[in-house]
Nanobody, 125 residues
Framework: VQLQAFGGGLVQAGGFLRLSCAPS????????MGWFRQAPGMEREFVAA????????YYADSVKDRFTISRDNAKNTVYLQMNSLKPEDTAVYYC???????????????????WGQGTLVTVSS
């Protein structure tokens, strides 16, 4: 399974974007899904995660109250609504599927698999 993230682009500070993520050829299953990002020269960092049912979510402190993760299991798609964007949000954004359905270590990228190519988000000041 490869996950394709799309919806990135260039936006001014204070603007918004919505990213989408869908698997190629297969479904997500009932796994926890996460979004990560990687800025140039930086480590990949956790952004948000959501349970299959959508009733449990976690966010990085840096995006809390600005970003919202959601999923439509019928459409097999996960979303990341990003509002009030800041230049420091500039990064390549990736979605991934957690290898277990437990939220332990939910912010660690090693707990996730099926990374696809990301989508670039550039926020200008």
């Amino acid at each position: 399974v490869q996950l394709q993230a799309f919806g990135g682009g260039l936006v001014q500070a204070g603007g918004f974007l919505r990213l989408s993520c869908a698997p190629s050829g297969r479904t997500f299953g009932s796994n926890i899904m996460g979004w990560f990002r990687q800025a140039p020269g930086m480590e990949r960092e956790f952004v948000a995660a959501m349970s299959w049912s959508g009733d449990i979510t976690y966010y990085a402190d840096s995006v809390k109250d600005r970003f919202t993760i959601s999923r439509d299991n019928a459409k097999n798609t996960v979303y990341l609504q990003m509002n009030s964007l800041k230049p420091e949000d500039t990064a390549v954004y990736y979605c991934a599927r957690k290898t277990t359905n437990y939220f332990s270590n939910y912010a660690s990228s090693v707990e996730y698999a099926y990374w696809g190519q990301g989508t670039l988000v550039t926020v200008s000041s």
